[in-house]
T-cell receptor
Framework: DIQMTQSPSSLSASVGDRVTITCRAS??????LNWYQQKPGKAPKLLIY???TLQNGVSSRFSGSGSGTDFTLTISSLQPEDFAAYYC?????????FGGGTKVELK | EVQLLESGGGLVQPGGSLRLSCEAS????????MSWVRQAPGKGLEWVSS????????YYAESVKGRFTISRDNPKNTLYLQLSSLRAEDTATYYC????????????WGQGTLVSVFS
């Protein structure tokens, strides 16, 4: 199985900060990497697919990059509505696997 | 608008069974693969199972293989997950998920249904 390792597991940041979350795959997954946002008590929401393509309707302050084994999600200027948990997921092969998540909290 | 409405969750004893349903609307159900993803209380997301648009191909996480069965009824626009031999560690919110055509990622999520396994 492909293991997905996210870091950090949590971070504290202020509104306006630039935030970067990383996700590392245990083997190459090309660009088969999605990012999701989940707010407390809500279902997750797709932010980015194919490592760097923004889902329709998602703010352009979110961006993704990477290929192979190393990926990043960047929030260019953190907004109050961005405080949430973020998960990466590889869709290269079954079993599909998620990273452990990164919780972005208010400093 | 895509809507995924799960039902069937509840309290069940270890070793028991449940059937989850997911009624889909707002898209051509038979054109899309579907998945179930779960989340234990306070924990991260865990992929459980996926099924092709025709229902011919199914895939399972090792943790549920042989105990859970995914199926679909395309004329009824409904996805199912039969849960059997339930364990405490199966306690989670189960999300129904519409899979993107380009890959097996989740394009849309239902609101989830809670399954609690307790003795």
């Amino acid at each position: 199985d492909i293991q997905m390792t996210q870091s950090p597991s949590s971070l504290s940041a202020s509104v306006g900060d630039r935030v970067t979350i990383t996700c590392r795959a245990s083997q190459s997954i090309s660009i088969y990497l999605n990012w999701y946002q989940q707010k407390p008590g809500k279902a997750p929401k797709l932010l980015i697919y194919a490592a760097s393509t923004l889902q329709n309707g998602v703010s352009s302050r979110f961006s993704g990059s990477g290929s192979g084994t190393d990926f990043t999600l960047t929030i260019s200027s953190l907004q109050p509505e961005d405080f949430a948990a973020y998960y990466c997921q590889q869709t290269f092969t079954f079993p599909l696997t998620f990273g452990g998540g990164t919780k972005v909290e208010l400093k | 608008e895509v809507q995924l409405l799960e039902s069937g969750g509840g309290l069940v004893q270890p070793g028991g069974s449940l059937r989850l349903s997911c009624e889909a609307s707002g898209f051509t159900f038979s054109n899309y693969a579907m998945s179930w993803v779960r989340q234990a209380p306070g924990k991260g997301l865990e992929w459980v199972s996926s099924i092709s648009n025709s229902g011919i191909s199914t895939y399972y996480a090792e943790s549920v293989k042989g105990r859970f069965t995914i199926s679909r009824d395309n004329p009824k626009n409904t996805l199912y997950l039969q849960l059997s031999s339930l364990r405490a560690e199966d306690t989670a919110t189960y999300y129904c998920a519409k899979v993107a055509i380009r890959d097996w990622g989740v394009e849309h999520w239902g609101q989830g249904t809670l399954v609690s396994v307790f003795s």
